[in-house]
């Protein structure tokens, strides 16, 4: 099984500040990477696939960069509405979840 | 645009069996560029892949959970369904249903159902 490590655990992070979240995978995934949105008691939402294209409807303050093993998620200015959970996802081999990062208010 | 509605008991007892089923709107189950999952996420914790099935019947399973798993699909219905067995506490989440495009990503997913696992 392939272990995603997302690090940190939680960021603390002033709106308008940029946020970086780190993805790890314990074997190389290629660019097979996802990252998803979750705000408390929603279904996780969809921001990037392919480790770097938004889906459809994400804001281009959301970028995804990396391949292979370490990957990560940029929000190049945070908004009221982007303090939430942080998951990353890859679907090289079978489909495993990292642990989530928590982005919160500073 | 697709949308997934999970549904069945929020309470299940322990050694039964929790069944769920996902009904999909706005598209069809037959598509050949989906497979439908179902991820859950314990109270509080992370998310978990449970397993995939393609329209044909063809059906991936988390082998941590495998043994307990059964997945199946009714293309009439545009419905596929979640059955797992033996369940204890430690099975207590919200399980949610996903769309899965050509076996890789999840979009878009259910609301979510909380499944208890109580006497």
């Known amino acids: 099984e392939i272990v995603m490590t997302q690090s940190p655990a939680t960021l603390s992070v002033s709106p308008g500040e940029r946020a970086t979240l780190s993805c790890r995978a314990s074997?190389?995934?290629?660019?097979?990477l996802a990252w998803y949105q979750q705000k408390p008691g929603q279904a996780p939402r969809l921001l990037i696939y392919g480790a770097s294209t938004r889906a459809t409807g994400i804001p281009a303050r959301f970028s995804g960069s990396g391949s292979g093993t370490e990957f990560t998620l940029t929000i190049s200015s945070l908004q009221s509405e982007d303090f939430a959970v942080y998951y990353c996802?890859?679907?090289?081999?079978?489909?495993?979840f990292g642990q989530g990062t928590k982005v919160e208010i500073k | 645009q697709l949308q997934l509605q999970e549904s069945g008991p929020g309470l299940v007892k322990p050694s039964e069996t929790l069944s769920l089923t996902c009904t999909v709107s706005g598209g069809s189950i037959s598509s050949s560029s989906y497979y439908w999952g179902w991820i859950r996420q314990p109270p509080g914790k992370g998310l978990e892949w449970i397993g995939s099935?393609?329209?044909?019947?063809?059906?991936y399973y988390n082998p941590s959970l495998k043994s307990r798993v059964t997945i199946s699909v009714d293309t009439s219905k545009n419905q596929f369904s979640l059955k797992l067995s033996s369940v204890t506490a430690a099975d207590t989440a919200v399980y949610y249903c996903?769309?899965?495009?050509?076996?890789?990503?999840?979009?878009?997913w259910g609301q979510g159902t909380l499944v208890t696992v109580s006497s």
């Open positions: 074997q190389s995934v290629s660019s097979n």
């Open positions: 996903a769309s899965q495009e050509n076996y890789n990503w999840f979009d878009p």
């Open positions: 099935i393609y329209y044909s019947g063809s059906t």
């Open positions: 996802q890859q679907y090289n081999n079978w489909q495993t």
